[in-house]
């Protein structure tokens, strides 16, 4: 299936805006006109007009020129812009494309003027199919969209089906089958959960699914949607949508090879398009006939029905003609006419170039438009940026002038803070450093009292011990010159004894002692890394206050030597070299 004939077979599929379509209510209706007026009237007229545009196109025309008339009359736009929307339509039927462009644009104007999202949705769905047919699709698409959303805000699902079906179309014509079938299922989904969407929808959609399987080469499964797609049609008696399914039907069977079904649907499509005046459509059964024949060798029907077809020639474009004359080239080349061949394939040639011509003068034109409107919308930013500069420049001025006040506010107001802070400080200061002297004086002076209390209890220790000493040894003497056993004076003699060496007075010193060297004892086990017994912290104590050996001893009640042993075992314990290093070490020690 040639692209230019599918083009056209997706045209002519969406051109339907078909509201009533069964003859029981149009006849209802032209009953009902003459029985209405004002608004109510013009409104009956656009719906029967809408219900006769396919099957009797000039009753149609005039009812749409009745419907303006009256409208004019009434300054109802509404019903002019419904009007003008119907006759666009006529004239797609009658290939005047450009009167149905002006008129649809007018409509859509007007539309939007007044904010009638029904004009709007409907102007937008007739002018898809001119754009379509002028190769700008991307303005169909965003036509389709546009539509969507203004069959929404009047919600309309019968027209949001329509639209979905026309992107769907034209993304056939750009060969993106996967996001047509996409959008033609979306399509039937709403139709089949929505009663009020016309049946013709359900008939658009299998025509289109049949286009998209044609394109596929997947004829069989295309003959079965456009089998279904014709039930529904010939059932709402819609005389354009049946011709056009019939002459994809018979181009279907054409590929398929099968000859006698292929000329029967096209006798039939050309028989409809003549009765509904399309020429257009009938050049086109004829062109495709005529490659049907050619395909069957029958160059000389072929070359009959082309010649058919260029005589309506006034109603073809460039493509279609260049596609016409390629295979008139082709019968008569076949035919051993080399005349005619190379006439027609020259005017094939001419034709095809001169559509690529007018294809890059097209594009040369968007794109010079385009260039246009962004140098003036790039010139209007330039200025609107000079002028933002000029305002940025008075407002950045100020922003400095107020933001140098703030900063010199705030240098001042942190200078004075500063200030009372640094004067704060000082007073505190001044306060501690008299607290910490007062401190340090009454430390001074509990440290003196300390250490005198401890140096009178430790002298008076040693006067105790040295007189109990004194006089156990006296008794020890006398008993001895008396040679006297008595038990009771050996015993006070033994008590004398363990009073020198009694622990009680012990813990009296380590208080006093403590109290003037906090944690000596703990300090020297910590750094020396040994654990030391009672006997070695009284030795290390009594050194610690410079007391003599003799003075130990008496204190300990032990002989001189036994005081160089010990502080010579004690010495080796705190791994010093001699006793010189451990004086120095206990002096210097809390």
């Keep these: ?67 303006i008339q009256l409208s004019e009359e009434t300054g109802y736009s509404e019903g002019k812009v419904m009007a003008w929307i119907n006759q666009g339509v006529i004239f797609n039927q009658r290939s005047l494309f450009q009167e149905a462009k002006d008129i649809l644009n007018q409509a859509k104007e007007i539309s939007q003027s007044i904010d009638f999202q029904y004009g709007l949705a409907y102007s937008n769905l007739s002018l898809v199919a001119i754009n379509i047919r002028e190769n700008n699709y991307d303005k169909a698409i965003e036509l389709s969209f546009a539509g969507i959303t203004a069959a929404r805000k009047i919600n309309n699902v019968d027209l949001e089906v329509s639209n979905l079906i026309n992107i769907a179309s034209v993304k056939q014509i750009l060969e993106d089958y996967t996001s047509a079938k996409t959008f ?18 359900i008939g658009q959609i299998n025509g289109n699914l049949g286009i998209i399987s044609a394109f596929k080469l997947d004829y069989g499964s295309a003959l079965e949607y456009f089998q279904k797609a014709l039930n529904t049609f010939e ?35 050309e028989q409809l398009w003549t009765e509904l005046n399309n020429q257009r459509s009938q050049a086109v059964v004829l062109k495709n006939r005529g490659e049907l024949m050619i395909d069957d060798s029958n160059f000389r029907s072929a070359i009959t029905y082309l010649n058919r077809g260029l005589e309506k020639k006034e109603f073809l474009d460039d493509a279609l003609l260049s596609e016409m004359y390629a295979l008139l080239s082709n019968a008569y080349e076949s035919l051993f006419n080399h005349g005619n061949a190379l006439k027609y394939y020259k005017l094939h040639v001419a034709l095809k170039d001169s559509i690529s011509i007018k294809t890059n003068q097209k594009n040369n034109e968007r794109m010079t438009k385009e260039f246009e409107f962004e140098k003036m919308k790039s010139d209007q930013e330039i200025e609107l940026q000079q002028l933002e500069i000029e305002n940025l420049k008075i407002s950045q001025s100020r922003q400095v002038i107020l933001v140098v006040s703030v900063v010199l506010l705030m240098v001042v107001f942190w200078a004075m803070w500063n200030r009372n802070k640094l004067k704060t400080k000082l007073l505190i200061k001044e306060k501690d450093q008299l ?5 340090m004086t009454l430390k001074l002076l509990d440290y003196e009292s300390e250490k005198e209390k401890f140096a009178n209890y430790t002298e008076e220790l040693l006067s105790k011990n040295e007189t109990l000493e004194k006089r156990a040894g006296e008794l020890e003497i006398k008993i001895d010159e008396g040679q006297s056993n008595n038990p009771d004076i050996n015993s006070l003699i033994e008590k004398m004894h363990n009073a020198v060496r009694g622990d009680r007075d012990w813990a009296a010193f380590v208080l006093y002692f ?21 006997n070695e912290q009284r030795l290390l104590a009594l050194l610690k ?17 036994s005081v160089i042993r010990a502080k010579y075992r004690l010495k080796q314990k705190l791994g010093f070299q001699d006793a010189k290093e451990m004086l120095v070490f206990l002096s210097k020690l809390a």
Excluded: C
């Design 1 to 67: 299936m040639s692209r230019t004939t599918i083009y056209w077979i997706i045209v002519f599929s969406f051109l339907s805006l078909t509201l009533f379509s069964q003859q029981a209510r149009i006849d209802s209706i032209r009953r009902q006109i003459p029985l209405l007026d004002g608004n109510e009237k013009i409104d009956a007229i656009n719906g029967l007009t809408r219900g006769l545009m396919y099957n009797t196109p000039d009753e149609a025309m005039e009812l749409s020129i009745e419907a």
């Design 184 to 201: 033609l299922l979306e399509a039937r989904s709403l139709a089949e959960d929505n009663p009020e969407v016309s049946k013709i929808r």
């Design 235 to 269: 059932s709402l008696d819609s005389k354009a949508q049946v011709a056009n399914l019939v002459m994809n039907i018979g181009h279907a069977y054409a590929k398929l090879k099968d000859l006698p079904n292929a000329i029967k649907y096209y006798d039939r499509a």
């Design 435 to 439: 607290i910490a002297q007062q401190e």
């Design 514 to 534: 403590e109290a003037v060297f906090p944690q000596f004892f703990s300090l020297i086990e910590t750094d020396k890394q040994v654990k030391l017994s009672t």
């Design 545 to 561: 206050i410079n007391l003599s050996n003799k003075e130990i001893a008496a204190l300990l009640n032990i002989s001189s030597d």
